[in-house]
Each structure stands twice: as structure tokens, then as C-alpha cells.
């Protein structure tokens, strides 16, 4: 049963176009195919980046910091409370105004003291800005040098300038010794994320980033399977054009680097639009989805791959909304791009400022001729 199972899975029709099959990728005269047990060699390829990530990290990421003058902020610790930290790990970090108000009363801590204890646990969870700049200059150092090696794999090949080319005799099309690794390190470095996920900084579109990384995997892991390979180098090297600049900026934006971070955001952007929601939509896109309609007859292969490719692009719009809104606060001139996805370090100020705003009313009992209905709001998180 589970042969005959696996029989109707891979069947020539439901992944590849009518006419050709899985014989068509057996090697013969000497000429090499992409094989389902290459894909083994990911896993050992993955395991070495989490030890040269490990290495890199303390040898050459901590070093630089210091160079840069990346600091920590001294952080204030929490007092121990069983009560307070029971509730911080089984109910909820950000507790409601109900929630403070009765811990308040079984601690004997007033509300502001209560309110502290919380942010200043919150920000022993954050983590600090040395361990944001080891995660981005390892990623600007691997986005950096793969986008280069891609370059030169793909500089010399007719479908880098001619996209319809992907097609040329598919699937017929020997595996070059320079595609074989430069699916093998991409694909084992998004393995690798998988791995460290979770020890990696946790950024607000989190949930997002694992679908990225899962669609991805599943992306290259497929187009290798049934020999899109032409198309899956193009749309590798398409999404590692942005990235390492998205990582330098970050880089300069620990180290207080201002102007530098500024003006590498502000390429990372044009960049990102250009190659996210330009060339991949329409010319990769039109390569995989569009264009193959006028030599082959759609099979299931065909909609799969070109579903997580618009997967992909959903995710470059989501994107590319939060870059739009970086660049807004950057335009007017404010000091810095901050990284909208990631969380913003508390101060015990913060509360301090909410009880003067609540005690303070701009013009005594009246504000702009009005009288102040309610004042209770406090600073979002």
C-alpha cells in the first residue's frame, strides 16, 4: 500500500509537464542530475554554520563591536518576588490595570512599584544590543558574500540575461558543479535559521519570518527536486541583492552611527523594491508563471511552485509596508531609522512620565478650552 502510495505522490504527471518524467533526470553520458539524496548533504552543511556562526560571533562580531563602540545600557533587575515573577511567566508579561491593582494588594507594593517590577522584567527578556549586532553582522557577512558568489555563478549564464531561458530543454538540463553548491550553502544556511530560531532575537513580525524561512526551504528544496534549478539560483540571488544592507544598516544602528545608518537604509530600500516587488514579480514571476503557459500544458508541479513564489511576494508587500514606515519617520528628520520589528527597551521614566501626564493637565482643570474627560491612557509597550 505504501509503494502504491508513493507510486501515485510522484507521479510524472502531477510534477512535471506532459512528456517527461523522473527518467529524465537519471545521469547519463556523463552528464550529472539533481538527485533527492543531495538534499541529505544540507543537514551537515547547516550543523557547520551553527558552529562558524558560534566562532564567528566571538571572534569577530564581538571585536568589531567594541570597535564600532557598540554598548550595553545598564539594565536594572527586577527585584525576587515569587508572586510577581509566577504571574510574569504564567499569566501574562504585560499584565492589565486590574491584574496590577490586586497584585498591588497581595505584595503590599504600591501600583507604580508594581508597574516597574513588570517593565524592568520585560527588559531582562529583550535582548541586549551587543547579542542584535552579533546576529546582524553574521547575516550581513553571509547575505554579503552569497549575493557575490551567486554573481559569479550566474554572471556567464544566457538565462541570467534572458529569463525564458529557465526553460531551455527542461528538464533535461545538467546540474553545474557551482549550482550544486551554491543551493547547497543557501539552502543550509535557511536550515541553519530553523536551528537557532529559537536563541535568535525575536522581532515583531516573527511569525512572518518563520513563514519566510519554511517557504523558502520548501522553495529550494522543490525547484531542486525536479530540476528548476535555473530558476531557484535567479530568485536566490534576487532576495540576498537587499539583505546585507538591511543587516549593515542595522550594524551602524547599534554602533550610534547615525548619518551611516541612515544613508544605507535609504539603498537597502530602493534596492528592496526594485529587486522584491520589481524584477521578482515581473521577471521571475513572469519567467515561472506567465511565460511557461505558451510551451507546456499546467500540471500540479507548476502551481506549487509558483504558490510559494507568491507566498514569497505577499510577504515582500508585508515588507515593504514597514519599510515604507521607517522611511516616513526618516524624511522628516529624525536622528535615526529604528528597525520597526524590533522592541523597544523600557525606562522606569516611562511610568514616571505617565503619572505626571495624569497629574499635570496642560492648562490646570481645562486643555484647549475642554475639560479632561479621561487621562488614563499610558505608553504602548
Same mark, same amino acid.
Given at each position: ?8 505522490? =510522484? ?8 512528456? &517527461? ?57 527586577? *527585584? ?5 515573577? *509566577?504571574?510574569?511567566?504564567?499569566? %501574562?508579561? &504585560? ?6 491593582? !490586586? ?6 507594593? !504600591? ?55 529557465? =526553460? ?23 536550515? %541553519? ?30 525547484? =531542486? ?13 534576487? &532576495? ?56 507546456? !500544458? ?84
Amino acid at each position: 500500500m505504501l509503494s502504491r502510495l508513493s507510486e501515485l505522490i =510522484w507521479a510524472d504527471w502531477i510534477w512535471f509537464p506532459d512528456g &517527461h518524467g523522473w527518467d529524465d533526470l537519471k545521469d547519463h553520458d556523463g552528464k550529472t542530475f539533481p538527485k533527492t539524496r543531495d538534499l541529505w548533504a544540507v543537514l551537515p552543511v547547516a550543523l557547520c554554520f551553527l558552529v562558524i556562526r558560534r566562532i564567528f560571533e566571538q571572534t569577530i562580531a564581538l571585536p568589531l563591536a567594541a570597535l564600532l563602540g557598540v554598548r550595553d545600557k545598564h539594565r536594572v533587575c527586577a *527585584s525576587p518576588n515569587p508572586l510577581l515573577e *509566577s504571574h510574569f511567566c504564567s499569566a %501574562s508579561i &504585560h499584565p492589565t490595570q486590574g491584574s496590577i491593582e !490586586s497584585l498591588s494588594k497581595q505584595t503590599g507594593c !504600591s501600583v507604580r512599584q508594581v508597574q516597574r517590577w513588570f517593565r524592568r522584567r520585560r527588559n531582562q527578556e529583550r535582548p541586549s544590543k551587543l547579542k542584535k549586532f552579533q546576529e546582524a553582522s553574521w547575516r550581513f557577512t553571509f547575505y554579503l558574500l552569497a549575493f557575490f558568489a551567486g554573481l559569479a555563478v550566474l554572471i556567464d549564464k544566457p538565462w541570467f540575461h534572458d529569463v525564458t531561458m529557465v =526553460w531551455e530543454n527542461f528538464p533535461k538540463m545538467p546540474l553545474l558543479p557551482c549550482q550544486y553548491w551554491y543551493y547547497m550553502i543557501e539552502l543550509g544556511f535557511y536550515v %541553519s535559521l530553523i536551528f537557532s530560531v529559537a536563541s535568535d532575537v525575536k522581532r515583531k513580525d516573527f511569525k512572518e519570518q518563520i513563514v519566510h524561512h519554511v517557504a523558502t526551504i520548501l522553495l529550494i528544496s522543490f525547484s =531542486w527536486l525536479v530540476n528548476y534549478i535555473r530558476a531557484g539560483t535567479l530568485i536566490m540571488l534576487v &532576495h540576498d541583492a537587499s539583505d546585507y544592507l538591511m543587516e549593515s544598516a542595522k550594524m551602524f544602528n547599534y554602533a550610534g552611527w547615525k548619518k551611516t545608518c541612515n544613508f544605507i537604509f535609504t539603498a537597502f530600500a530602493a534596492v528592496f523594491i526594485i529587486t522584491r516587488l520589481i524584477i521578482f514579480p515581473f521577471w521571475i514571476i513572469y519567467a515561472t508563471g506567465v511565460y511557461p503557459l505558451t510551451i507546456y !500544458s499546467t500540471f500540479f508541479g507548476f502551481y506549487f511552485f509558483n504558490g510559494l513564489l507568491v507566498v514569497l511576494l505577499v510577504l515582500h508587500i508585508f515588507w515593504t509596508v514597514l519599510i515604507v514606515r521607517m522611511v516616513i519617520k526618516f524624511l522628516p528628520g529624525n536622528d535615526i531609522v529604528e528597525d520597526e520589528r524590533s522592541d523597544k527597551e523600557e525606562t522606569d521614566s516611562d511610568d514616571e512620565d505617565d503619572g505626571e501626564q495624569r497629574k499635570k493637565p496642560k492648562n490646570g482643570h481645562m486643555q484647549n478650552g475642554h475639560s479632561i474627560l479621561n487621562n488614563n491612557h499610558r505608553k504602548m509597550d
